[in-house]
């Protein structure tokens, strides 16, 4: 009969596993949790904030945007390291439709590599401009404290090893772009669309 105990058991399994299903906060096998797709673009937004603050302050220097732009590194540092965590502890999502095994293999190196470099940037950012004796100052008039004194030495070790991890990031961010959108322009997969929350068959 189908009102058998152990048919309703099953049931109710079925129930508990949709319903887990509805309320994922962690990434598995079959998608990202919305704590993941929301932390990847507000990450995405504020690195794009900050590298077009960074431009804007090449071309002509301004204290109060060097503020908003020392904020939105304190904002990132412990969001990314977040991101980070989770990412190493967590089922990474099988990838839509069947692609290379390779790019598959690069586009997951890469994304880790920017998960990574999203926590050391800031941090190499931070000791570079203490150890210049440059205050962290924020909006309001906060100021992050100097980890440590002023040594014009330290401030170059650390300017330079910012800028080796700089330039591989913009690389990386750039490669990680174009995956995105040859996903959706040319093979015309769901891989963007779930980072927007759809949920999408493998």
Not at 4 to 20: E, F, I, K, N, Y
Not at 134 to 154: D, K, S
Request: hydrophobic letters at 55%; charged letters at 10%.
């Amino acid at each position: 009969m189908s009102n058998s105990p152990m048919s309703s058991t099953h049931d109710a399994q079925l129930h508990s596993q949709r319903a887990q299903g509805r309320f994922q906060w962690r990434d598995n096998g079959l998608g990202f949790s919305p704590l993941t797709i929301a932390l990847h673009w507000i990450i995405a937004a504020l690195v794009l904030a900050i590298i077009g603050i960074e431009i804007a302050l090449h071309v002509q220097p301004n204290a109060a945007l060097m503020r908003v732009l020392n904020l939105l590194g304190t904002i990132l540092f412990p969001v990314s390291v977040y991101r980070f965590w989770a990412r190493v502890t967590s089922w990474h999502p099988l990838p839509v439709g069947t692609p290379n095994p390779v790019e598959v293999i690069v586009s997951r190196s890469v994304a880790a590599a920017l998960a990574l470099a999203l926590v050391l940037l800031p941090v190499a950012a931070w000791l570079a401009k203490s150890a210049a004796g440059i205050q962290i100052e924020l909006p309001g008039g906060w100021i992050i404290p100097a980890p440590m004194q002023p040594n014009a030495q330290a401030a170059q070790v650390f300017e330079v090893l910012f800028r080796i991890g700089a330039t591989p990031f913009v690389l990386g961010l750039a490669l990680h772009i174009f995956g995105a959108c040859k996903n959706h322009f040319v093979l015309k997969n769901d891989a963007l669309k779930r980072m927007l929350g759809k949920r999408v068959e493998l």
